[in-house]
């Protein structure tokens, strides 16, 4: 079989030292070797926590790979990109998951939250997974809802085979591991600072890839009086890390997790002793005899195991042969890119290569596609909603406000009439557990309402006669057909309220029938927005005296998608009313925001 040709997307330098990119930059120059046409696409460095100009980049290119052409996709794009750009995508995609990104040290619950809903649903448009490790399969399958035949294990590769010993007069305790707080060498220099009574020397190896942690432990170094004995290394060359593990004693990573960790089978290539912790997939990279395991952030079981290897000789040397046993039988690179290019080999051309656009995919275009867009509509959204709270998405469409509040980190409750838009919906959002999708309208009383469908541009389908008259004599609406009909359930506010709770912002955009749903209200809220054209003013003014009735409220304004405020203050509600009257036809449509007084 001719080798398949395929495309391997990688965020920032390929050649930053991590154990990450080490694996893939030797897996794409390996694929190369055995026959495969791999094209390296790199993608901004933001990922997994990416920019909106980078998350805008990843999607259009990502987008333009053929459906031909499998797409490797790098573990901290694929875990953090969107996943309506990743239905996008054309080309048949296959995860690389060194670890889930929610597994990282040191975030938060909602970032963590964020970070697995966005891989599950992700991992659910992935036609085939690569993992180093069993430990990272068996997270997939029990936890992210990966059945196993989509899984395969491509251990690293090693190109390290060990050389000549170098004994040195002081013992040399080695950690090879980034300045990152996953990597727990902070536990480590707290371990040390316990066996200040024996003969040693520790050096520390790894870019400050936190440059905030890595200052931490400069400190910690001297804080513990460590500054004689300990070194901090940092990045260093090829060949004096070589030297080094050659002179090393014993290698010691108080990792805090590991997907598999390429730094282990360094160590059983060199042949020595390892201290670590039981967590993640450690557990399997270090066999049994080569390796002393506590459990992670435990420096006082940590100093113990290292005393025990620095001062039994015959131990020492018991795990040293174990490892250099175990490291003899390390797979090579080459070995790895044979497991991946099967995977490339066996796999189909993409089920739905891309098309003419539909409907729905040019709004996914429109509301998804823009990053600046997105960025703008996330800076203006968090003026009015924010972690914890509640939000009502009163015609969600495909729910692009949606994810922006669910990105603010509020409770979001979405509705969306339209039995096909809904449909999306779901398959965008609805795996998100801070999301609830009805499919359903909202009006002035409960029962249901006929939708007058816009099969070409469904973003205006109406549940609004008026709005398809109005439409028919207006210049900017020319060609607008609403070519059938559909009966869908109709709520209130007031309903919603009852169900979900009082919401703390309301976005309500329905295509001429906000006013009906205002009406479905009887209490005033804290914020609202409604959108409003200019083929029917009159609505939009009706909406603000309906506001009145409810509460005093303020008002400004958004034109169009700018997703900017107009005013610098907020206007009386007559003030508003002179703006809307004022404004030319050409500016069409935007958002009315009202804030109730205090």
Same mark, same amino acid.
């Given at each position: 079989m001719t080798p398949r040709s $395929? $495309?391997?997307a990688i965020p920032g330098d390929i050649n930053t030292v991590t154990g990450g990119y080490i694996y893939e930059r030797r %897996?794409? /120059?390996? %694929? &190369? /070797?055995? *026959?495969? @046409?791999?094209? &390296?696409?790199e993608l901004g $460095?933001?990922? *997994?926590?990416?920019?909106?100009?980078?998350?805008?980049? =990843?999607?259009?290119?990502?987008c333009e790979i053929k459906a031909t052409r499998p797409l490797i996709l790098d573990g901290l794009v694929f875990g953090s990109l969107d996943t309506a750009g990743m239905a996008r995508i054309s080309a048949p995609i296959v995860a690389m998951i060194h670890h889930p990104l929610a597994l990282e040290t040191g975030l #938060? =619950?909602?970032?963590? #939250? &964020?970070l697995f809903r966005t891989e599950r649903d992700n991992l659910a448009l992935a036609a085939h997974v690569l993992v180093p490790s069993p430990h990272t399969a068996n997270i997939l399958t029990t936890q992210y809802n990966v059945t196993p035949h989509r899984i395969s294990i491509a251990q690293p590769g090693t190109d390290v085979r060990g050389g000549a010993r170098q004994a040195t007069k002081t013992p040399l305790i080695l950690s090879v591991g980034i300045q990152h707080a996953r990597k727990g060498h902070d536990v480590l220099l707290h371990a040390l600072a316990r066996l200040r009574h024996l003969n040693w020397r520790a050096v520390i190896v790894g870019s400050a890839h936190d440059p905030h942690h890595a200052a931490e432990l400069a400190d910690l170094v001297v804080t513990l009086g460590l500054s @004689?004995?300990?070194? %901090?290394?940092?990045?260093?060359?090829?060949? $004096? !890390?070589?030297? !080094?593990?050659?002179?090393?004693t014993v290698f010691a990573l108080a990792t805090r997790y590991e997907g598999y960790g390429i730094v282990f089978d360094e160590a059983l290539a060199w042949g020595l002793p390892i201290v670590s912790c039981d967590t993640g997939a450690v557990g399997q990279t270090v066999p049994q005899g080569a390796g002393l395991l506590v459990a992670p952030d435990a420096p006082a079981p940590f100093a113990e195991c290292l005393a025990q290897v620095l001062t039994d000789a015959d131990l020492r040397q018991t795990m040293a042969d174990a490892a250099l046993t175990a490291g003899a039988k390390l797979p090579t690179w080459r070995d790895t890119a044979q497991i991946a290019g099967a995977v490339l080999n066996r796999l189909g051309p993409a089920q739905h290569p891309r098309k003419t656009p539909t409907p729905i995919g040019r709004s996914l275009d429109t509301y998804y596609r823009d990053g600046a867009r997105t960025a703008r509509m996330d800076r203006l959204n968090a003026q009015f909603i924010g972690a914890g709270q509640l939000a009502f998405d009163i015609g969600a469409h495909l729910g692009d406000r949606t994810a922006s509040f669910a990105r603010l980190g509020a409770r979001v409750v979405a509705l969306e009439p339209q039995p096909h838009i809904h449909r999306a919906l779901r398959l965008i959002h609805g795996r998100t557990d801070n999301i609830a999708l009805i499919q359903a309208a909202a009006g002035a009383a409960h029962g249901t309402v006929e939708l007058h469908l816009n099969s070409a541009n469904p973003t205006i389908t109406t549940a609004s006669? @008026? !709005?398809?008259?109005?439409?028919?004599?207006? /210049?900017?609406w020319q060609g607008q057909i609403w070519d059938s009909t559909?009966?869908?359930? !109709?709520?209130?506010?007031?309903? %919603?309220?009852? @169900? &979900?709770?009082?919401?703390?912002?309301?976005?309500i955009d329905v295509e001429g029938f906000e006013l009906e749903v205002l009406k479905g209200l009887s209490v005033p809220l804290p914020m609202l927005s409604f959108e409003f054209t200019t083929i029917q003013r009159d609505i939009a003014m009706a909406c603000v005296d309906r506001l009145g009735d409810l509460g005093a409220y303020d008002f400004n304004i958004s034109l169009g998608e700018d997703h900017r405020l107009h005013h610098a203050t907020w206007v009386s509600p007559d003030a508003m009313r002179a703006h809307l009257a004022a404004l030319p036809h050409s500016a069409n449509s935007g958002d009315i925001y009202a804030r109730l007084r205090p």
């Open positions: $395929a $495309a391997f %897996l794409l /120059e390996t %694929l &190369h /070797e055995i *026959g495969h @046409d791999v094209r &390296h696409i $460095a933001s990922f *997994g926590d990416p920019t909106a100009v980078d998350m805008a980049h =990843a999607i259009d290119a990502l #938060d =619950a909602a970032r963590r #939250d &964020h @004689d004995r300990v070194t %901090l290394a940092g990045r260093i060359p090829q060949d $004096a !890390l070589e030297t !080094l593990y050659a002179q090393a006669q @008026d !709005l398809i008259t109005q439409a028919k004599t207006a /210049e900017s559909v009966c869908v359930p !109709l709520c209130t506010l007031d309903q %919603l309220i009852a @169900d &979900h709770g009082t919401p703390d912002f309301v976005k």
